[in-house]
């Protein structure tokens, strides 16, 4: 089977997506170069795409790309413990977002949502084709959203492409950082600088 982009290459990563509740299938098909300029799929890690309507999509992985995701899972539990004091320092609760992206969100709720949140910063079909790999870059966010309609969100860049490598050695200093940044935000603020599509309430039990 050729890629779906190039029309060239063969297909070595295959994603199926399926509404819920219908018979509707959408399938997608890359060789490793199209994989890597790929975006992300709907995996969101906090929040819903803000004009979703109906049961969100699910992405359907074959046993070799969950294999390879869980990779990628195992080393980032390795930070866990650093993500772990600095919650209980800080009040903020830690939440795993999703099964299929690997990532990690320190919340605090209040009359601010402040959220800090490490995610790998290459695309997710580059994940399923090289798994986790020492200088696999991740990125660092804080957020913050007021009870705001819409709810407005401002997004800071604590840091972006450092390699997993080098996490365990700076990821408590930033995280501190991140921490910092948000506790001098006011509402005016954040509804001043807010991100330019404000995004839904994140929604975390």
Not at 95 to 108: G, I, M, N
Not at 133 to 159: R, S
Request: with cysteine; aromatic share 8%.
């Amino acid at each position: 089977m050729l890629c779906h982009r190039c029309h060239g290459q063969e297909a070595t990563i295959h994603l199926s997506t399926i509404i819920q509740g219908s018979q509707a299938r959408h399938e997608e098909h890359f060789c490793s170069e199209c994989a890597s300029q790929a975006t992300q799929p709907y995996l969101t890690a906090i929040s819903e795409p803000p004009c979703a309507v109906g049961p969100p999509p699910v992405t359907a992985l074959s046993k070799r790309a969950k294999s390879t995701l869980r990779s990628v899972h195992e080393k980032l539990a390795e930070l866990d413990p650093i993500f772990q004091s600095f919650c209980a320092n800080r009040g903020y609760t830690l939440r795993s977002p999703s099964d299929l992206w690997p990532s990690r969100c320190a919340r605090a709720s209040g009359k601010i949502d402040h959220y800090l949140h490490l995610s790998p910063d290459v695309t997710f079909l580059r994940i399923l084709e090289k798994g986790f790999y020492p200088e696999m870059p991740w990125a660092l966010e804080a957020k913050a959203t007021p009870p705001l309609v819409p709810f407005p969100t401002l997004t800071i860049n604590i840091f972006r492409a450092v390699p997993f490598s080098a996490l365990a050695s700076v990821l408590e200093q930033r995280l501190e950082q991140g921490f910092s940044s948000l506790q001098q935000l006011t509402v005016h603020d954040i509804v001043a600088r807010a991100d330019t599509h404000p995004a839904p309430r994140p929604a975390f039990p």
